[in-house]
């Protein structure tokens, strides 16, 4: 009787504990699907391939200056415009990294295997880009926003990082770097979205084709920071979503 009541105990405890991690990164779906199968979480480190999305607000430090007398309303724009993107990645079943500022982080395939994470992270960002097109017409927006958006599919080790005095669920390597230089650079041309070649490969890849997938073409070839050989990039002129 004692063990079968540890044994509750222990599982109650377990369950709070991957609600209290995981609860601000995934939809709730997905985490009482980690609650009802703890089997599912690798923590401490492990290699996977992922896919990965950073959108920033381009022009941001000249939009805070207009606020610069009233930083509550600053903070009201920048919520409001990160809850809106945030539901499409959750939606899509993307992990929310983390903020910085205005920008977000999010990758895929990770705590939960998510076979199609390509897919799901171009699909997210075709969405974040309709969305804010809808509220910047609807005037929720006052300046209205622009974004870029990079994403990059490799390997890296995902699992708890930080110190022994507090650590996140996070991503670390050379992949997780390339997407945010994407997101960089995607000022640079006339597109919200770069994608790498590494996405854009076995991705519906359908350069001619106006049936079911994305529709990507190349951007050009560029040398990043961190980089010593350029790289590929690609964008969407096909945005359908299926």
């Not at 109650?12 to 980690?34: A, G, W």
Request: aromatic share 10%.
């Amino acid at each position: 009787m004692i063990h079968k009541i540890l044994k509750t105990w222990r599982e109650n405890k377990l369950r709070l504990q991957i609600k209290k991690q995981f609860e601000h990164y995934l939809s709730p779906d997905m985490v009482k699907k980690l609650q009802k199968n703890p089997s599912l979480l690798k923590l401490g480190g492990e290699r996977k391939e992922m896919t990965f999305l950073f959108s920033d607000i381009r022009g941001f430090t000249p939009i805070s200056e207009k606020f610069k007398r009233n930083p509550e309303r600053l903070t009201r724009y920048v919520n409001r415009f990160l809850t809106a993107m945030t539901d499409i990645i959750l939606k899509n079943g993307g992990t929310i990294d983390k903020y910085m500022g205005d920008c977000i982080m999010a990758f895929w395939n990770a705590p939960l295997d998510c076979p199609d994470h390509k897919r799901l992270a171009v699909k997210s960002a075709i969405e974040m880009e309709r969305k804010l097109k809808i509220m910047n017409r609807n005037k929720e927006f006052m300046p209205p926003i622009n974004i870029g958006i990079g994403i990059n599919t490799g390997e890296c080790l995902v699992g708890n990082m930080g110190s022994k005095q507090r650590f996140d669920y996070s991503v670390i390597g050379d992949a997780v770097n390339l997407a945010s230089r994407l997101e960089g650079v995607s000022k640079n041309y006339d597109t919200t979205i770069i994608i790498s070649e590494a996405t854009a490969n076995g991705t519906d890849y359908i350069p001619y084709s106006r049936n079911k997938g994305f529709r990507f073409y190349k951007v050009d070839d560029v040398l990043v920071k961190g980089k010593t050989e350029k790289v590929t990039i690609y964008s969407i002129k096909n945005t359908h979503t299926t």
